[in-house]
């Protein structure tokens, strides 16, 4: 999977929309000067029928890689589902994945994992640029609530006509299908939310709506 560094909707390395999140970045540069430390970019590329849109990057995941979901817990279920689907290879400089793009509600590690509304509302823009952006595009995975509002809005649907839930389809205006899941994080996995059968199942569903 080709990182697509320069890829429409990027946010620029020293982006400061959000002051916390800069900040906090500051911090991890001062902590782990060897790691990314911005704001990740979206991994894949412009031809993908397949995006899948996280919530944020995880502090020692794709924070220190520099690649969405690549180096923790979540990435390892997220891409071994894949494999097993067929779509997403291992190699030894990470997961090959072709046809699908990556990418994130939020692009920068909020502390606690947790980003705010107005720095949800602030990334808003680099997700919508990303996914239009995406000529071949038929379905968006949304992985958890916060990464279904972003997409809706990215593509111009209404947030209470489409209700987030696991596993549950929606075909918005543009044509898209947005397939939600709850976010393959290690809470959720750990405390039962979520299943390795349940997150299959959800992205198995894509697969309908390829052709």
Same mark, same amino acid.
């Given at each position: 999977m080709t990182d697509e560094t320069l890829h429409p909707g990027t946010p620029p390395k020293d982006c400061a929309l959000c002051p916390r999140l800069a900040a906090y970045r500051a911090e991890q540069v001062a902590r782990h000067p060897g790691w990314w430390n911005a704001p990740v970019p979206p991994l894949g590329d412009a031809s993908a029928w397949l995006a899948i849109v996280g919530l944020a990057?995880? @502090?020692? +995941?794709?924070?220190?890689?520099?690649?969405?979901?690549?180096?923790?817990?979540? =990435?390892?279920? @997220?891409? +071994?589902?894949?494999?097993?689907?067929?779509?997403?290879?291992?190699?030894?400089? =990470?997961?090959d994945a072709p046809g699908l793009f990556i990418t994130n509600a939020v692009a920068c590690a909020p502390p606690g994992n947790l980003p705010e509304t107005a720095e949800k509302h602030n990334c808003r823009s680099y997700l919508a640029e990303q996914l239009a952006a995406l000529p071949a595009l038929k379905v968006v995975v949304a992985l958890g609530e916060t990464a279904h509002q972003a997409a809706i809005k990215a593509v111009g649907g209404k947030l209470p006509k489409y209700r987030f839930g696991h596993g549950v389809a929606h075909k918005l205006p543009s044509g898209v299908v947005l397939v939600d899941s709850y976010h393959c994080s290690r809470l959720n996995t750990n405390t039962g939310l979520l299943t390795p059968d349940m997150f299959k199942a959800a992205l198995?569903?894509?697969?309908?709506?390829r052709a």
């Open positions: 990057p995880g @502090l020692k +995941g794709a924070n220190r890689t520099g690649k969405p979901f690549h180096g923790d817990e979540a =990435g390892k279920m @997220l891409f +071994g589902t894949l494999a097993e689907m067929g779509l997403a290879t291992e190699t030894p400089d =990470g997961w198995e569903s894509t697969l309908t709506y």
